[in-house]
């Protein structure tokens, strides 16, 4: 199986940044995209940012220009840069690694980490 272990969330002040860790654990073959999602209660998850293929990146809106997607695939690992944070910013971010492939079985499936809160006080 693959686990997915997030990092780097926390509270900080408006204007401040915060850099996001997303790890992927397992017998992985390859990944396709890796990205983080966002959720405040009582609303839908919505994507911030993606890495696609490890070349292609898209955004939310609202979050292009301040926040920054990287990833390394020798490491399984996604990062997001996260600065001039604003309150509206404050919400649970997890990380969803898709089309994972395992040398387990061979079939492509999708993960989510647990999540780790982003509270951006203003």
């Known amino acids: 199986q693959v686990q997915l272990v997030e990092s780097g969330g926390g509270l900080m002040q408006a204007g401040g940044s915060l850099r996001l860790s997303c790890v992927a654990s397992g017998n992985i073959y390859s990944i396709n995209a890796m990205g983080w999602h966002r959720q405040v209660p009582g609303k839908q998850r919505e994507l911030v940012a993606a890495?696609?293929?490890?070349?292609?990146?898209v955004y939310t809106d609202s979050v292009k220009g301040r926040f920054t997607i990287s990833r390394d695939n020798a490491k399984n690992t996604v990062y997001l840069q996260m600065n001039s944070l604003r309150p509206e910013d404050s919400a649970v971010y997890y990380c969803l690694s898709s089309g994972v492939v395992t040398t387990d079985d061979w079939v492509r499936r999708d993960y989510w980490g647990q999540g780790t809160q982003v509270t951006v006080a203003s």
């Open positions: 890495n696609i293929g490890g070349n292609s990146t």
